[in-house]
C-alpha cells in the first residue's frame, strides 16, 4: 500500500445521489471519492434496490465488508490521475 495515500474510518451515505461518500488523503491533501450502488452490487454480487428501506444502512455495511478492494480500487485510480471534472475519484 502507498504510504502517502491514506484511507481515513470515515464515510457517509448520500440519498441524494445514491453513493457512499468517503474522503481519502493523498500527501496531506483531501480527495472526496463516492462509490455507486451499482458498483457495490457488483462487488458484493448482490442484488440492491435503491428504493428499498434501510438503502443507505446496508449500503455502508457492503463498504465496510468490502474495504479493502474499494481502496485498492481507488488507490489505482489515484495514481493513474482517474478524476473527474470536479477532482473526484468515482466508482461507478
Partial sequence: MNQSILFPDLQDWDSQTQR???????Q???????ISLSKLASLSSTT????????GIKA???FDEYRFDIEEEVE???EQEKFDEQGRVVLL
Avoid at 28 to 34: S, T, V
Fill in 20 to 26: 457512499v461518500v468517503f474522503p481519502v488523503q493523498v
Fill in 28 to 34: 496531506g491533501a483531501n480527495i472526496e471519492c463516492c
Fill in 60 to 62: 455502508l455495511a457492503l
Fill in 76 to 78: 489505482a485510480l489515484i
Fill in 48 to 55: 440492491i434496490n435503491p428504493g428499498e428501506q434501510g438503502i
